[in-house]
């Protein structure tokens, strides 16, 4: 249930729980560091809602995106708005809970992206800039700490073509490069947006072993965002 504290409609209970949001390119790793987390304790992992994007009620929006952005671009971020809200606001019974991105990636990393490259319409950009500022002024998405998972473009267009999606099998370096740069200038050079709360980077071009020993190494500062 939503109630009302300082004017943003709140999740009751929710207040006292750490919000840890999993950030970083297309395919680097984010599912990996979640699936290792989710093995601990008082930690519930939320995982993206991809699968939704690729059905909702039988049509595949991300499918559509990447086949003709300009025409199904706002389409897919509207929807992507939709479950991100969703899986922000959803109760949890653990303590801490970690999830993969954030309604503010979607908008200020994605969305970004298709109206900068001139891909989608001023009027979509628009009407979805007005969604996003509705919902960040209306309602209260809390998140303690953003583990931003630092990869060179090439290292995930080297794991997208292993992975083998086949809506992604369209997707070129440049466009991972240009998710890179405004990654960059969110939450390192601290240029475009704001922060919804402080960044842990944690280096992401190396073996999934290495990765994996890496999550160990940062496991205290990562679960110190629950001690806020
Ligand atoms: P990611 O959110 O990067 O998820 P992933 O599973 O590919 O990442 P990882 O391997 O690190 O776990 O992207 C899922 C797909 O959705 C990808 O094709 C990019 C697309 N996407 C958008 O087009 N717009 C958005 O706002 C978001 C969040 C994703
Ligand atoms: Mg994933």
Redesign the pocket.
């Known amino acids: 249930m939503l109630s009302s504290s300082q004017g943003k409609l709140v999740r009751n209970g929710e207040e006292k729980k750490a919000v840890i949001c999993i950030e ?9 560091c ?1 699936e290792y987390f989710s093995k601990t304790n008082n930690i519930e992992v939320l995982t ?1 809602p ?1 699968s939704k ?1 690729r059905n909702v009620r039988g049509h595949n929006p ?1 499918g559509l ?2 086949q003709d952005p300009t025409r199904w671009g706002l389409t ?2 509207t929807y ?1 708005q939709l479950t ?1 809200l969703d899986r922000h606001l959803s109760p949890t019974s653990a303590p801490v809970r970690m999830m ?2 954030s309604i503010y ?3 200020n ?3 970004e992206n298709l109206f900068k490259s001139g891909k989608m319409p001023e009027v979509d950009f628009a009407v979805l800039s007005e969604w996003f500022d509705w919902i960040t002024h209306n309602i209260a998405i809390p998140v303690d700490l953003i583990v931003y ?1 630092q990869t060179s473009p090439h290292t995930c267009f080297e ?1 997208l073509k292993d ?1 083998c ?1 086949e ?2 099998k369209v ?1 070129p370096m440049e466009y991972l490069e240009a998710i890179h740069k405004l990654y960059e200038d969110w939450l390192i050079n601290q240029t475009t947006f704001p922060l919804p709360a402080p960044v842990l980077v944690i280096s992401a071009d190396h073996d999934r072993q290495k990765m994996l020993h890496q999550y160990e190494e940062n496991r205290e500062k990562i679960l110190a965002a629950s001690h806020v």
């Open positions: 970083g390119n297309i395919a680097s790793g984010k599912t990996t979640l993206e991809v994007w991300l995106m990447y897919l971020q992507i991100m993969e991105r990636s979607a908008k990393i994605f969305v998972l794991r992975r999606r809506e992604e997707i």
